[in-house]
């Protein structure tokens, strides 16, 4: 079973960039296609980035797209979200999400089985 682990979150101004990991444990994630989430409370949880388990193909929603960058590498065993530019409506609890298959679809949260615990992004303004 793959255990998930997310870091790299803090705090930031507006205009300002942060990189995210996710790092598994207890499985390689080469058979994994991956993706990262962001929920804020009382709001539904929304797609942010996927990526294909070889890292061929990404994919990412439209409120993020330009400013985001999804990348992993299956030798360490992690995947990256790098964001840049990053607005007050970026602040969230952002999620890394796992599904054993060769790409994933965003849009179907429920289809991600496996999910870290989330780590808390916060843009002030």
């Known amino acids: 079973q793959v255990h998930l682990l997310e870091s790299g979150g803090g705090s930031v101004e507006t205009g300002e960039s942060l990189g995210l990991s996710c790092t598994a444990s207890?499985?390689?994630?080469?058979?994994?296609?991956m993706g990262w989430f962001r929920q804020v409370p009382g709001k539904p949880r929304e797609g942010v980035a996927s990526?294909?388990?070889?890292?061929?193909?990404?994919y990412y929603a439209h409120s993020v797209a330009g400013r985001v960058t999804i990348s992993r590498d299956n030798a360490k065993n992690t995947v990256y979200l790098q964001m840049a530019n990053l607005k007050p409506e970026d602040t969230a609890i952002y999620y890394c999400?796992?599904?054993?298959?060769?790409?994933?679809?965003?849009?179907?949260?429920?289809?991600?089985?496996?999910w870290g615990q989330g780590t808390q992004v916060t843009v002030s303004s």
């Open positions: 999400a796992a599904e054993r298959r060769n790409r994933c679809i965003l849009e179907r949260i429920p289809d991600f089985d496996i």
């Open positions: 207890g499985d390689t994630l080469e058979m994994y296609c």
């Open positions: 990526i294909s388990s070889s890292g061929g193909s990404t």
